[in-house]
């Protein structure tokens, strides 16, 4: 900064004024995508904490029931779909007070049983079709037992256990 001889201040230079911008520009290149991943994993974390919860209720209700859903090294979803109101009548008041919905992306939830009424389920899945909102695992619906590491895999929770679930570093 340059002082005029009356010791009056007239501003920054363009040289002072580059680096400041420089440095605020590798500040932001590095921060924006480490939040933006923590951003996912955030997300990540809530929808298998709601996941969890509706389990929780959903196995408090197989308790009184004699009946639910379960899974193997290939997991396929079961096969009979419910929407969220008849998950909620199930479950909504006596085993959760408010079924979530949706997963913290904004996607809805997938439930499926194994058998439809008036046979005794066995087998109950919850998925999250992750980030991108596409499901995987095709028409058949199959999936691999284990992890995943990028945002966009589905989560699935079955018979008390995840199925498919994010661990470690995820990757775009």
Known sequence: ???????RFHGFTLMETLIVVAILGLLIAIGVPMWLNSLNRAKQAQTMANMREIASAWEARAADYRAYNA???KFQMPSVALAAPKVETLLVPTYLRALPR????????DFAIDKQA?????????????????LDGGKKKKYTIGTTTRFDCDIIYANGVFISYPAGVQVK
Not at 1 to 7: G, L
Not at 119 to 127: D, K, L, P, V
Request: no cysteine; proline share 9%.
């Open 1 to 7: 900064m340059r002082r005029s001889t009356n010791a």
């Open 71 to 73: 899974a193997g090294a």
């Open 102 to 109: 949706r997963d913290a992306w904004g996607h809805p939830f």
């Open 118 to 134: 008036p046979g005794t389920a066995t087998q109950y899945a919850i998925r999250s079709p992750g980030r991108n909102g596409k």
